[in-house]
């Protein structure tokens, strides 16, 4: 129920007001390098505080291992790890306790539970998200040692969107602005509109892009844990996802099949990387002149670049008053305190790189496990 | 890895060319009622052959229990059918052996595999979809006695589509006509569409929309398992889904939080059901004014309407030649044979019931279960 | 529920008065030569009617693959089969409507389920296992190319025993009694018992030792999944047994550490093998004096044999009459009528075996997943 | 992997020589009141140095909750847990780094993973039962506002046995000696005995069993989940388990069906407790006249007392000088030094107490969701 993965399997705990945030990943493969600096500076890409763009919550987010690594590498053992938290005004809730804030968890969860924790929304915190960009990282220099890389960039955020393709972008521009946009016009359209959405005490939403690259044809299961299914459940598991698309998606089914289909040519010298037995990757000598497929073929991956659109709605916290019922049922009104993102967008991108890596990297495991 | 589900769970079998589609439904509940004629219905709605609009391919579908009923009840222990295949003209594939067809599954099973079953897509025939529609079929049976019922409909086929508002249209009118369409006259439109398209020997797309009522507030877990996630890996799981939105999906990322919350308002003699201890619903008194989040908050329902859009591609099967590759990784051309949807979607609608109907069923046992 | 195994899954189906007893088989590897006659003939070996100290049924048992075999090979795909029921006597149970027979399922099957077909046990009937067989020869064939053997007999009858070193006895004498003992004076008497406690319309129970050979070193997960928890729970779940033992079991708790520890000692040429990454095996150089442990130490397979002893109790249904209550609580008398088994034990061998060859493929496709 | 139960599941991570054990417990029910003085209480019972029979080892084993608690109670959502450790004496273990120690899990470790933490036995250090003791205070607490009861005890060490029938006992005399043996005079014998064998620099085994008391009738699923399967695993899961029966297990086997029956008859006031629908019990009216099967029928509970015994191996860590190999695989000599338990009997008995409420909730709470 808290838990994610096949064989790969990510368990997280916590709560935004509790001691702290954390997880533990099951079946990680034994003799990684595990390169610290490298999970904590991935921690810091969705840190709260990093920009005027996001919440103006500070916290130092430092991660510490309690288990599964021993003398710099991973034992094959459960990866267990805290992040403390800190910086909580528990108090900026206190008028939440008996009130449904709109669009929020707190009256589903309190109707699943019969109570809840209403101090930063509780487990429904997206603070959750450090556990999933801690066990990502991991998974990240696991997938490296193969050549397998995982990219995401925000899209679109309100109406100030890119074009769809994303071989026109330079990704090594993501990281130079606070929205992890590659095209910088773009980026700061995007924070401009962040900044005057903030100033009205409103939220808005946008898309992220993910890009998978070096990953092997022969990954994901026949049917019901297609490679598709299972990237979709990880990316729809993230708070204030509403939407999934894969390839062309939504857009692609106005066209005919025969502007869809992917037509195969050979590539003597190269082409598509093809998982072996063992683990090892070889050139299958094929390739496709387009990919709307978008890497995956009946649900399974074919080698070309996997990608994938995920749609996060205008965050539920306003900094407005709005009309609600208390848990008598009884019509109220509610305005929230304390200091809250108007965009996810920003800190969303490692969270979608993390959940990404940690499907990819299961479905390897598993794809290893299936060659006789 | 053939299976769905988490307590009420399906494991399908079968192939397009073997000696049949099946399958074992697993954890359904004791004592319900069966009605086999329901079930033969659903499977009539996905059968080929049920109209000009599908494939000429005639195929009786008749579903055979071999486990898990006894004196017309459930009887808990596992629930196993059997649909004979019939009608094959396994011929028309034999010049398919060694070819892999563009944008097919054909590639990557023979790149997961090393082997795979050239005549009619093997196990990643649509065909295996027979399996999910039984099951779905008795799944909507159960969610009947608790007053919960899922409608799909044909949205958009190619660019005609309806307005994306359910609430305009007639459920009744849906199954009078061969598309699946709410709307007759949008209805005659998507059909010329679909037979000129296929008159090119082409195919097309499209989006289903489907709507679950009834459903309690308290369904779906907290992270992973949300009702959301689950939901849309299950429609990804379908063959030629490629996307997957809930409530305002895509469109509503372009909004402000302040237009997409939903006001919780009281509701004294009725509201949304909430689950009670032992599975019984009682009115929560409670509703909201808009339903933005299509139905599901924090990842659990909130006891309004559930409402996901499912995009289909069109389908790669072209009775065209294509250029492509051969299992040697040499140029060929390749032309299907046989008889094949130009369009999917009519007879997609009954499979995304069926889905949507296990994931609720499932997730309800589920919640029962955490009331203690 | 109904299903067994992580990553290599048996899911079974089916009643014994129903259609038939099925199961798919699903996570078994690709291109594996599938000799149907060694499947039968497995099957031929828990057939009822085989000889004069086993139930009277005659049932032919034979096995249809309904998926997943393709030109003679697996295909990666699930692997369903179905073994259709016939000869049966369901008048033979009529008078067991409404009554719990001693030390049966009846109570505890109507408890939980709120009903229960009265035929032949339904579910809980040990016809069940001819699944488990069925399967477990697939898993046989598969362990067979990797030079794994999976070998059970009757150790005891009733107080009939065998001594306890596994060693001074030929397996190939296993088959050539009745009880299969691989000591034939011990069978005789074993089989004089099953004869006189027959007659006596009462039944006897016994112990099944099973021993795995070839195994190499490093399956089993370390804590949960130990390959001796998973090897007692596949015992645990086979009908009648009320106990399980590993290596020394419960007749090594009287003695001292200094007896029980298995010594390492070189064995340069040779030793245990080990799994290496791929699947492959190859010696260690490394073997232990003694085998105390039964092959697991810390819950992983060390490459020496494994050694399990399997309780079997005396068969509840006695062609005695018995006082017992009925499903309103009154107390009646109860006398089965039909032909039941005086002893499991013959039979209950290739389930055993079955069983243990499904447990040692999951774990070794798991091994191989976790070879980085 | 490392992962236990179906819909209740605890997940522990964690060394004995790292920053310590700890788990995630996942499924626990919500608004259970949490006595954290209970759950360390149930701590001090396994804590290492409680008297001179066990190792002089000297652990505080504060247990700190990370999440899932809310003003004193459950919250339904996951509840994670930190031991720290302390009083390590890592320099003990300097020379084992290269050396397998005999009978120990050195060896299948560093076959599987390819390297092992050698400092105290790391993961497969019965250390790890410190999160098995947290977790099922927590179901024990659960457990008792149903009514239900675990109770486990010392039987035997070496050669020392109490009686079998645990009747003959008074349970409140279990906590009163060191060994955890509700008999004082055999108490006595077992305490010198293992006085005796630590002086000797040696170990000895031992028979736990465990008595569950008040489960309703219902609990367990029919085939491969057998409650009966799953104690088995739940108690072969424990470090140096190695034999497991319920019931009359291996001594039942020798006697007669006539014998072993326990006959139905009415109790019309009282009987078995049933679970009924929403999780409440109620009488059945029918109670039996003997208990052989140990409260457990065709793998389902019949609300008699489930009765288990459970062997242990002798400790294989020795204070004696033993002959073994090391990594190299050449022959070398081998002296555990540090402190260990002579015999791992009296500290036993809380973990197999842990693992038996666990099992038992988990079925409590997938029975519930069975009932329709």
Chains 1, 2, 3, 4 share one sequence.
Not at 89 to 116: I, M, W
Not at 214 to 239: F, H, Q, T, W
Request: charged fraction near 20%; include cysteine; aromatic fraction near 6%.
């Amino acid at each position: 129920m808290n838990s994610f993965g096949n064989i790969l399997r990510l368990t997280t705990f916590g709560e935004s007001h509790g001691p702290g945030i954390g997880g533990v990943l099951d079946g990680f493969p034994a003799g990684i390098d595990i390169d610290v600096d490298f999970v904590e500076a991935e921690l810091a890409r969705r840190r709260p505080g990093q920009s005027a763009l996001t919440t103006a919550r500070r916290e130092s987010d430092h991660v510490e291992f309690l288990s599964g690594l021993w003398e710099g590498k991973s034992t094959g053992c459960p990866i267990a790890f805290l992040v403390r938290n800190e910086n909580q005004h528990s108090g900026d809730y206190e008028n939440l306790r008996d009130v449904f804030r709109p669009s929020h968890a707190d009256f589903t969860y309190q109707t699943k539970f019969g109570l809840r924790d209403h101090r930063g929304g509780g487990r429904t915190s997206a603070r959750e998200t450090v556990a999933r960009v801690v066990a990502g990282a991991l998974a990240k220099i696991a997938l490296d040692e193969r050549g397998i890389s995982v990219t995401a960039y925000t899209e679109q955020v309100g109406d100030v969107r890119l074009e769809r393709d994303y071989r026109r972008y330079d990704f090594s521009l993501i990281e130079t602005n606070a929205v992890r946009c590659p095209d910088p016009a773009a980026a700061e359209e995007m924070a401009a509109l962040i900044t005057r959405v903030k100033a009205e005490g409103d939220t808005v939403g946008g898309v992220v892009t993910c890009v998978i690259q070096g990953c092997p044809a022969g990954l994901g299961e026949p049917v019901y844990d297609k490679l598709s299914a299972d990237l979709g459940a990880a990316m729809l598991s993230i708070n204030a996802v509403k939407g999934f698309e894969i390839g062309e998606g939504f857009a692609g089914v106005a066209q005919r099949g025969s502007q869809q289909n992917d037509l195969f040519v050979p590539a003597p010298a190269d082409g598509f990387p093809v998982l072996e037995k063992g683990g090892a990757l070889r050139p299958s000598g094929i390739t496709t002149l387009t990919n709307h497929s978008g890497g995956i073929q009946g649900g399974i991956s074919n080698g070309n670049d996997i990608v994938m659109r995920i749609a996060f709605k205008p965050v539920a916290t306003l900094l407005q008053e709005q009309p609600t019922v208390n848990v008598q049922g009884e019509a109220v009104r509610v305005q929230a305190r304390g200091r809250h993102d108007p965009c996810v967008l920003p800190r969303a991108v490692p969270v979608v790189e993390a959940m990404a890596a940690l499907t990819i990297l299961d479905h390897y495991l598993l794809a290893v496990s299936r060659k006789w």
